[in-house]
């Protein structure tokens, strides 16, 4: 502890302001340490005498919790928590928690606004009204959304919320989802599947899963290649989940048709993989927004917040990961 007050520190965050959470430490007789920090060595200084750590997309390794002298809560402004090394805060003992339900209505309508905007050719279809051509022969082909098939990889609350919306256009659903029960699945609506099953019958695919070993590049070149021609895929998850290179080869080779990405492996400075994917005319790219609403900011802040002042009063943060922590 700082003189007897507890230290939070913010490692980065993607905020107009964190005056919330200022507010918030101080009022508890706390003090607020606010970095934009990614390297290693900074993030292990800083939270080396951190009572609580909240976090974005800067690492935190195992090196930088190893630093942590009384650190006691780690919490991530945001879903996925690949971010975090949670074996070993585990192993010292440090709580992981995420603020799993802040975003859920911004997500689930951003992903079925980029299957719309696939469906429909909208980015083609609006450079040819700026260059005021109307001339519907160089639009590529268009197909009824009534009837066709939208396929989840993973199904948790913002899957599930798609499933309804999606339905609503008259398509029907497949999941893969190892996680979810048939039964639930079915009372969606929706039809349970294998992954390969889902590659091959499904028009438009939509990525719902965390970030793991078992899902890292899970669409690949040989995903790819059991897809329809003429399908989409769509993520507003984790980029990791797709083998870009392999997207792009996929996209060029026509073995899929297009993609919408709200996630892309470097999202600050744009690789040459990542330019590729935003200038790719059959690729639409949005900026890692599909979270961002004025509510959900306000409702991500104050929860992120409200874990780490919930766990200094010794009670257990509602996000919590590492559950083998639970007192």
């Not at 430490?25 to 934009?36: A, I, N, P």
């Not at 585990?90 to 696939?118: F, K, W």
């Not at 948790?156 to 999606?166: E, F, H, M, T, W």
């Amino acid at each position: 502890m700082n003189g007897g007050k507890v230290k939070v520190v913010i490692t980065d965050h993607r905020f107009p302001d964190v005056e919330q959470e200022r507010r918030a430490v101080e009022s508890s007789g706390g003090t607020l340490f606010v970095g934009q920090i990614a390297d290693e060595e900074q993030l292990a200084a800083v939270c080396r005498d951190a009572d609580g750590v909240l976090t974005v997309r800067a690492p935190i390794t195992k090196r930088v919790i190893t630093a942590m002298e009384h650190c006691r809560i780690i919490v991530r402004y945001g879903i996925g928590v690949d971010t975090i090394d949670i074996a070993a805060a585990t192993q010292r003992g440090i709580m992981v928690a995420n603020v799993p339900d802040y975003c859920i209505d911004e997500v689930s309508d951003h992903a079925m606004a980029l299957l719309l905007m696939l469906s429909r050719q909208m980015i083609p279809a609006i450079s040819l009204a700026k260059e005021k051509r109307w001339a519907i022969a160089s639009m590529p082909p268009l197909h009824r959304l009534r009837g066709q098939v939208c396929g989840l990889v993973g199904c948790g609350k913002i899957g599930s919320l798609l499933v309804g919306k999606v339905s609503q256009l008259g398509m029907r659903v497949l999941i893969y989802d190892p996680y979810l029960s048939s039964a639930r699945c079915r009372a969606m609506g929706a039809e349970p599947v294998s992954f390969d099953a889902l590659l091959e019958g499904s028009d438009f695919i939509s990525l719902h899963a965390p970030l793991n070993d078992a899902t890292h590049h899970l669409f690949g070149a040989a995903a790819f290649t059991k897809m329809k021609r003429s399908a989409s895929i769509i993520n507003t998850a984790r980029s990791g989940l797709i083998d870009e290179p392999a997207l792009i080869a996929a996209l060029d080779a026509e073995k899929i048709f297009g993609a919408g990405l709200d996630v892309v492996e470097a999202e600050s400075e744009l690789t040459p993989v990542g330019s590729a994917l935003t200038d790719h005319p059959r690729v639409i790219v949005t900026p890692h927004t599909a979270w961002l609403s004025v509510e959900a900011r306000s409702t991500l802040q104050a929860r992120a917040i409200a874990q780490v002042l919930t766990c200094f009063k010794g009670d257990q943060p509602y996000g919590l990961i590492n559950r083998e922590l639970a007192k």
